[in-house]
């Protein structure tokens, strides 16, 4: 997990290229919108010139928001503002189908599909969910244009969206980037050229099983964080030296029961394998850059010139609460006929995890905005030395 670029050991002070690492989440991506709020305060109080985030990565839910801060590279303020009346604007029914006849038919096709003695006339729904809506609102309300023009006025190097194709069992990152930045290809994960449109972020975002794959090119794509063992590994391919990374989960563990428990329900273990798939990988990640840079931090200038691995800095902002609390309290503004499916697959209640990545409602996004600008502004200090130090201060063992 490094990147080949200039070492700063022993040489001149350099501003480095951030890279700004969204992950998925659903409906907890609004947290990530109040983050970007207090950073666009931040960054204006710091006098630095330019845009914060010449480099955005994003999946998921995570990848909608890198594709409206892309297309506001000239200004992080606009992007953060933006952004918020966006999230603000949501409602479950702009995101997927939530009229009671819609939701019904899915799921007596679902269990119909299912019968050996009718599955021959009754064809499997894609999904359990319909996200058309959610296309025809990205379709309307992005403006993905102006992501090459600020690539060509220099605002932003580049964007990558990742999503799993289902057929080539990998994670792809499309990028659109400064013609520098060249293709990758390592296990399981690649890096593809391409010029990011609403279909790259449908892909992004399909959350499996929940919402239906999206077809790019020849082949269906579904969410981003599946196949992706490196999430901050996109941004790096782009050039970034230190990433600033918003994540939608508190990392303090749940406690042990203390006395016996129900046997899990299918929607239990369905938002325990989101949690997996949008959090864990990227923690993981997360340990594993840092072992590196403990690792070339105990190097001489001499042995570190030798290595094309950087020491690269990371900030991780995360949720000073458990978003599942800020769930439960919201959880019956999701539409009823919704809530009645969630009920059906077990997902209502005991954990509210599965129902935090359904709740697309203000006020639940209004809070999480709050919470994440509150969360940001706490740590006003330490993100404006991340964002104003040149990188032979940044490159030190600590992290």
């Known amino acids: 997990m490094g990147v080949l670029g200039n070492h700063a050991v022993g040489g001149p002070a350099v501003m480095p290229r951030t890279g700004l690492i969204l992950p998925g989440g659903g409906a907890r991506g609004a947290y990530q919108v ?10 204006a109080k710091s006098a630095a010139p330019g845009f914060p985030f010449p480099i955005i990565s994003g999946s998921s839910a995570g990848a909608i928001n890198a594709a409206v801060m892309a297309s506001h590279a000239d200004s992080v303020a606009e992007g953060a503002s933006r952004l918020e009346l966006f999230w603000k604007r949501l409602h479950c029914e702009r995101i997927y189908r939530t009229d009671a006849w819609t939701v019904m038919a899915t799921g007596l096709r679902w269990m119909l599909s299912f019968s050996p003695l009718l599955n021959t006339f009754v064809r499997q729904p894609p999904s359990l969910l319909n996200s058309d809506p959610l296309r025809e609102f990205l379709d309307r309300e992005l403006l993905l244009h102006r992501i090459q023009e600020c690539i060509d006025c220099g605002h932003l190097r580049g964007i990558a969206i990742t999503a799993s194709g289902y057929t080539c069992a990998s994670a792809i990152s499309f990028f659109q980037a400064a013609e520098a930045v060249q ?12 010029t990011i449109s609403v279909p790259h972020l449908m892909g992004s975002a399909a959350l499996p099983l929940l919402f239906p794959a999206y077809r790019i090119g020849n082949e269906y794509f579904g969410d981003g964080g599946m196949r992706m063992v490196a999430p901050l590994s996109p941004a790096i391919h782009l050039g970034a030296d230190r990433l600033l990374v918003i994540t939608t989960r508190d990392e303090r563990p749940d406690p042990e029961p203390s006395e016996d428990v129900a046997y899990p329900t299918f929607g239990e273990i369905g938002g325990y394998l989101l949690d997996t798939i949008f959090m864990d990988r990227l923690t993981s990640d997360i340990a594993r850059l840092e072992r590196i840079n403990e690792t070339l931090s105990l190097m001489t200038p001499e042995q570190y010139r030798k290595t094309p691995l950087n020491i690269i800095r990371a900030l991780v902002i995360r949720p000073s609460v458990d978003l599942r609390e800020v769930t439960r309290r919201h959880a019956r503004s999701i539409p009823r006929p919704v809530r009645m499916l969630l009920r059906t697959l077990g997902g209502w209640g005991r ?3 599965m129902a935090s990545y359904l709740l697309f409602e203000p006020g639940f996004a209004t809070e999480l905005i709050e919470l994440g600008y509150q969360d940001s502004m706490a740590r006003a200090k330490e993100i404006s030395t991340f964002f104003t130090a040149p990188v032979e201060t940044i490159n030190q063992r600590q992290m």
């Open 34 to 43: 109040g983050v970007l709020r207090a950073l666009a305060e931040i960054w």
């Open 351 to 353: 954990d509210w995890r």
């Open 183 to 194: 293709p990758w290809i390592r296990a399981r994960r690649s890096g593809r050229a391409a």
